[in-house]
């Protein structure tokens, strides 16, 4: 292995709000949560902190389950908070019979101590982070309707359940002082915090829902491929030691440390994420990426299914998203749907028509004769024949269609 393995068994856990649709920043840290688990042969939970119920959104816990299945993080444990509004209650009621809380209008309060620091090192960047307890003020843990704050229900779970690692946004760093804080007055051992760094878009602004900052289910409906986005995803704030950008699911449950995690925020780059997805395209085999281009557009059954097949191949090199094999090939299996200038397609029927070996190298001849008498670019080809400034190769394209098809579409 690449790096030391934890003796002791690890259990981390992802705890997400359900108040909408998880954003790609979101999702990464759940990945760090997962692989984190899978890395060390620990355990992985999914527990939906649903405590603040003004704020809950209909189907964002389908949203956020959907999100992590798609992309292959699948959980070993599934928690509602909203479930264990009892258990909450009684830990609040202990703190309140130790003197350390305090209830006032129906809600219970912890009492910070006025004098004293908290401090913890931080796993990302080996950080000791601390802070002056006379700066913190008094929180509430329990509110008036009985639902417990994020502070109480977010420190009584992960004891419960034993999380060993909190992995978690740094967003969270000035939380961690009043859950330390309750750890104490509990008299319970906290578990390792890390705090990833932020996502931010090119803007160097952080990725927000209210920013527009898409969720992954945006990107499967664009047409990305899951390993892809899951792989790019992951190189937001960790690399592998020899620094390689295509990895496979197995290789960072190889290499997958919270040692090689940056401190400095990273950068989402939706062209970088489009080049990405571009190479996970080339690299399936045509069969697969067939079965993959069915599975995002069932529309594509209306069509001839063995001229589809055959244009997967020349598609391959042309497309970065599924979505765009539609684009490419539209206007070679839908009839009337070469609608370039006329007297290209003319000139390129006259020529095409006179072949006696229909092949790509012959079909090419007479495309590169007409661009030299004409004195055609290829992007003015494209143009003249789709209206496009590119798409499939014409030449193997127009070998796959065959004669009929393609004097036809240029008729």
């Keep these: 292995m690449t790096h030391e393995r934890i003796t002791s068994e690890v259990k981390v856990r992802f705890a997400p ?77 202990e703190l309140v019979s130790k003197g350390l809380a305090k209830e006032e209008d129906g809600a219970v309060r912890f009492i910070v101590p006025d004098e004293g620091k908290i401090s ?56 961690t002082p009043m859950h330390l804080l309750l750890y104490k007055a509990f008299g319970w051992e906290s578990p390792i915090f890390a705090h990833v760094p932020n996502v931010l878009g090119v803007d160097r602004q952080k990725l927000s829902k209210r920013k527009g900052a898409k969720s992954v289910l945006d990107y499967r409906t664009e047409g990305y491929i899951s390993e892809a986005l899951l792989n790019y995803l992951m190189l937001l704030g960790w690399s592998p030691k020899d620094d390689r950008e295509i990895l496979s699911k197995e290789d960072i449950v190889q290499e997958f440390s919270l040692d090689k995690v940056n401190v400095a925020p990273a950068i989402f780059d939706e062209t970088k994420l ?77 020529g095409l028509s006179s072949l006696e070996n229909w092949n790509n190298d012959e079909i090419y001849g007479v495309l590169r004769k007409l661009m030299e008498e004409k004195k055609l670019r290829l992007q003015d080809l494209y143009a003249g024949l789709i209206g496009e400034k590119q798409g499939l190769p014409l030449s193997a394209t127009f070998e796959i269609l065959g004669r009929e098809k393609t004097l036809a579409l240029l008729s």
Excluded: C
């Design 274 to 350: 489009r080049w990405m997805n571009a190479e996970y395209i080339r690299r399936f085999d045509n069969a697969a990426l067939l079965a993959r281009l069915y599975e995002f557009d069932a529309g594509l059954r209306d069509y001839d299914s063995e001229l589809v097949a055959k244009l997967v191949e020349p598609a391959k090199s042309r497309m970065k998203t599924l979505a765009d094999f539609i684009t490419l090939i539209e206007p070679f299996v839908v009839q009337n749907k070469v609608q370039g200038k006329s007297e290209i397609k003319k000139d390129l029927y006259d």
């Design 17 to 93: 709000s359900p108040t909408g649709v998880p954003h790609v920043g979101n999702i990464r840290t759940a990945l760090y949560d997962y692989f984190y688990a899978r890395s060390n042969n620990g355990t992985f939970v999914l527990r939906i902190e649903d405590t603040d119920r003004a704020r809950k959104v209909e189907g964002a816990e389908e949203a956020i389950k959907d999100s992590l299945s798609w992309l292959g993080a699948d959980w070993d444990e599934y928690v509602v908070q909203s479930e264990r509004l009892e258990t909450y209650k009684k830990y609040a009621q």
């Design 120 to 175: 913890w090192t931080d796993k990302v960047g080996n950080r000791l982070i601390e802070f002056e307890n006379e700066k913190i003020e008094d929180f509430i843990i329990l509110k008036s309707d009985g639902f417990p704050t994020y502070h109480l229900a977010n420190v009584v779970d992960d004891h419960l359940m034993g999380i060993t690692h909190v992995i978690r946004g740094e967003d969270w760093i000035p939380s």
